[in-house]
Structures are given as C-alpha cells and as structure tokens.
C-alpha cells in the first residue's frame, strides 16, 4: 500500500501486505449479504454505516451520495452515531458538493481522504465549528466505487482523537467500501422495483375500483330498461354523465398531467363509493412534475398519501368522512398535500409513521410510506407532517423544481 499526504491528510491506493481478521471478515461480509434478505435502501444505508464505524472503531459513520447521477450534490442517506444536527448541516446548511471539501474531494478523485485533525486542516474548516462541538477531530472518507469507475457517493467515519490513518486502516475501510457499493446499487434497484409495483399496483386499484362502480351503474340502467323504466333509466343516465364530466371537468382543469389527472379522477370515484368526499383543493394547478419527478414517483407518493387517508376517514362520522387533496406549483417546489379528518397520529409517532416496519393497522406491512419516503429523500423533497383541529392529519410533500 502506498500513501501520498496533502493538506487534507492522506490520500491511499489499492496494494498488498495487509490482513483482515475474521471478525473484520464477517461484518464486511455482513454488508453483502443483506440485499440477499431484501432490506430496503435505507436500511442497508444504515448497516453500511454501522459497519463502518465498527470496523474503524470510530464513533460515528455516515454513507453520503450524490443526489443526481451526473449532479454535483451530495447528501448523507444513511448514518450511524452521526447526530441529527450534524448530518442536518452537511444538507442543509453547508451542503456538500463533488470536488469540495474532504467528501467531494474523494468522490472527485476516487480515492480516499483523511482529515488528520479538523483543528488543523483548512478544507475541514467550513465545517469544523460544528464537528469540534460534536467530538469529532478526525475522519476519513473513502468513495464508493462501482465498476468503470461509477462513484456513487462517499463513506465516511469519525473519531473522537486527532491522528493518521494508516494504510492498513485506510486499505480495510476501502474493501469494506467496495462491498458497500455493490449492496447500494442492488439495494437501491430492488427498492426501485418496490416502487414501481406500489405505483402500479396503486393505479391498477383504481381502475378496478372504476370499473367496478361503471359496471353496478350499467347493471341498474340495464335492470331498469327491463322492467320499461325507460325514463328512470335515462334520469339515471344523465346523473352518471353529469357526475363524471363535473369531476374530469374540475381536475383537467387544474391537473395538466394527464397520468395523475386520470388516477385522481379515479381516487374520486372510489371515494364517492365509500361515501366519502374527494375534494380537490381549487387552488390547485400542475402543469408539469419536477425533472426529478416521474409519473410512476408521482403516482406513488400520492396514491400512498390518498389511499392511507381515505382508510383513515372510513370509519369516522359521516360529517368527517372527508378527504383533501392540494397540488401546487411555486417559482422553487411543487407541492402535494393530503388531508383528512380521521383519528390522527400520536404526536410521538409522528416520526415514525415513513419507517418500513410501522403501521397501525395489524394487515397492513407500512411499506407503502417507507417507499413515499425513499422517494421524496431521492428526488431532494421534503416531508412535514401536522395534526390540525379538530382532528385528523395533514402530510406535505415537496420536492424542488
């Protein structure tokens, strides 16, 4: 192993003369295995992460991508023992970018990079108030490399002390990077997979349910033209024609994208089944989704938000049998937002309703909000969650034109 030093710590290629123990072994191989199981990207971005502070011995880990394949922007997508505010500054805050700073650095070159301490070292200084206050003095950040040389991002740990990272340290944590990348990519192509079935499982839901309802109609028009109703059956006629074109009217309108426009007229007609108001705010107006955006996303993270509210209501009073839906374009996001007046979330669940494992109802897996999740995080969107009175809750999603 070789290692050339800069002003930001070292910089080490691949060599030989250097061991891994078996326990090293085993948690590397660990890393591996979990796309075998079917864990979903975040938690294998986690794992990742734990793994990696394990083997450094370090206190904190933190798995960094780039938020666009050709992009220059990265964000932490998966972490551990890295505190909120931490990784809240590496977004938000100070953002990190391809070819600055330690991360950029190292996905730049695809090689890895050390800060020997962040007192000391001047790339590190834009972040060093905060890393100071933290405990962390010293870190290392190692790409994550596909083959042709595809850098997906960056794999970073954190210790507590000032120091070198040798190359034993430095040649085990790019083994362990190596493996990662593979489970990142395999993880995050069965997570597409996931969402792509949600989404048209979703819209197949919805013609069903469509079809469904044109089919009890037909059978009544059909019944009452037996019997000689004839202007029973016309009246009823006339109702089916003026109910459809006065919903297809009012979200064309709004709804320039003919996919959600379609569904969302469908969501209607299931809702109204129910005996449930489907109402589309009037301010309402989408003419085109965010490049980040695709229909089947699009279609996803709504039909989740829309499905999970209309079950919500369903049990209510027929005065809260309601359910809003908003979507909006503004000079810098477009916004969907979804409201119900139904029972609620705990305030101490609020957090937890996008992990893949929870759910309040005891038939249901939770993975339809864990994948609106992965998807607003992916396309660099947000989530706020708020219980307004007298009851219910509101989910906003927003995403980045």
């Not at 993975?367 to 999740?373: D, K, P, S, Y």
Request: aromatic share 4%; charged share 20%.
């Amino acid at each position: 192993m070789t290692a050339a030093t800069t002003a930001v710590g070292t910089v080490a290629e691949t060599g030989e003369g250097w061991a891994v123990t078996p326990a090293q072994l085993e948690t590397i191989k660990a890393v591996s295995a979990t796309v075998a199981t079917g864990t979903g990207l975040p938690e294998t971005l986690d794992q990742i992460a734990r793994a990696a502070a394990k083997i450094s011995m370090s206190q904190a880990a933190a798995v960094i991508l780039r938020q666009h394949e050709l992009g220059i922007g990265l964000s932490v997508a998966g972490s551990y023992g890295l505190s909120p505010k931490y990784a809240d500054h590496l977004n938000a805050t100070r953002p990190l970018e391809v070819g600055s700073g330690p991360s950029g650095l190292a996905v730049e070159r695809s090689a890895a990079v050390c800060v020997v301490d962040f007192m000391h070292d001047p790339i590190a200084r834009p972040w060093r108030d905060l890393a100071i206050k933290e405990h962390y003095r010293s870190m290392l950040c190692v790409p994550l490399i596909l083959s042709r040389g595809r850098v997906l991002g960056v794999l970073n740990v954190y210790r507590a002390e000032p120091g070198m990272w040798d190359d034993h340290q430095i040649a085990i944590m790019s083994l362990l990077a190596d493996h990662a990348a593979i489970a990142i990519r395999a993880a995050g192509l069965l997570d597409d997979t996931r969402r792509q079935v949600d989404g048209l499982s979703l819209m197949v839901r919805s013609l069903r349910a469509q079809a469904h309802e044109h089919s009890n109609r037909l059978h009544a028009i059909y019944g009452l033209l037996t019997l000689g109703r004839a202007q029973e059956a016309r009246h009823l006629i006339a109702e089916v024609e003026e109910a459809y074109h006065s919903i297809y009217g009012s979200v064309t309108r709004r709804i320039e994208n003919s996919t959600i426009a379609g569904f969302l007229v469908a969501e209607s007609a299931i809702a109204r089944e129910s005996g449930i108001d489907f109402i589309l705010d009037r301010r309402s107006r989408i003419r085109a989704l965010p490049d980040s955006l695709s229909d089947l996303d699009a279609i996803t993270v709504i039909g989740n938000l829309v499905h999970n509210a209309i079950e919500a209501v369903g049990p209510m009073s027929r005065r809260r049998r309601r359910v809003s839906v908003g979507m909006f374009e503004r000079p810098a996001e477009t916004v969907f937002r979804v409201r119900d007046w139904g029972p609620g979330i705990a305030a101490d669940d609020l957090m937890r309703v996008f992990e893949s494992e929870y759910t309040t109802k005891p038939d249901h897996s939770g993975i339809g909000l864990a994948l609106v999740q992965h998807i607003v995080t992916r396309a660099g969107g947000r989530i706020e969650l708020e219980l307004p009175p007298p009851g219910g809750l509101t989910v906003t999603v927003s995403f980045p034109r």
